[in-house]
């Protein structure tokens, strides 16, 4: 007798989105705004505390290691391109654990969330370690590396609906989309039914602002404990 294997639940967002449905995508998009505003709050730390960088983004930090790379300052191109190569084990680590684009509750999302809420843990007490001995730069760069992992293995988590990805922690692939979707939808009529993309996109750019501006108030009250915050609150959503 041949056994019947139960598959992985799938969902179908364009249904829901397109009835208003307040099922399991609404639920998906509230985390992903969170997530946003979770990476967000945690660029902005990172900005304002003494790595003095933005993580969100590797264009910028891709460029850097090339002008220091030409400029012969060898160790600060190693710097990043520690970072790079960080978030990129992070997006692969991501990949093993989920195991593919489309969104099915089955898989561990959990267990990416509890790994990033650790390692933003551990950044945090490697930068307190730095804030504590002046002028050492590997406990920095360890910080720095941690958090570039926490943001490939969040990254990692994309999932794609119906051409619309959804990514929570680069915004320039979020912005781009915004206007495709508007500049077709006004000069190209008939693709007017792939407006509801922006009730994803728009809730993820918004909410990852709010995580900025909350960052900075933050980091102005808690000083570098502000990223311990970023880290209970996924460990709680994990």
Request: with cysteine; proline share 3%; charged share 10%.
């Amino acid at each position: 007798m041949r056994m019947s294997i139960r598959r992985p639940t799938i969902i179908s967002p364009t249904t829901h989105i397109r009835s208003y449905s307040f099922g399991p995508f609404l639920a998906l998009i509230l985390t992903g705004c969170l997530l946003s505003f979770i990476a967000g709050y945690i660029n902005t730390v990172c900005i304002a505390s003494l790595l003095q960088a933005s993580i969100a983004g590797f264009t910028g930090s891709t460029s850097r290691m090339t002008i220091e790379l030409a400029q012969g300052n060898f160790i600060k191109t190693l710097h990043y391109l520690f970072m790079i190569i960080s978030f990129v084990s992070g997006s692969f680590i991501s990949a093993a654990l989920v195991g593919g684009a489309s969104f099915r509750i089955q898989r561990s999302y959990g267990v990416v969330l509890i790994l990033e809420s650790f390692g933003l843990a551990f950044a945090f007490l490697f930068e307190e370690t730095a804030s504590n001995t002046k002028g050492t730069s590997i406990p920095l760069l360890a910080s720095a590396c941690l958090i570039s992992l926490t943001y490939g293995l969040q990254n990692g988590m994309c999932t794609t609906f119906s051409g619309a990805v959804i990514r929570t922690t680069h915004m320039t692939g979020i912005l781009t989309d915004i206007g495709l979707v508007l500049g077709q939808a006004i000069f190209y009529p008939r693709t007017r039914k792939h407006i509801w993309k922006l009730k994803v996109l728009l809730p993820l750019y918004g909410t990852f602002c709010l995580g900025g501006v909350s960052g900075w108030f933050a980091y102005k009250l808690l000083l570098i404990k502000s990223m311990l915050l970023a880290s209970a609150i996924v460990g709680i959503l994990a």
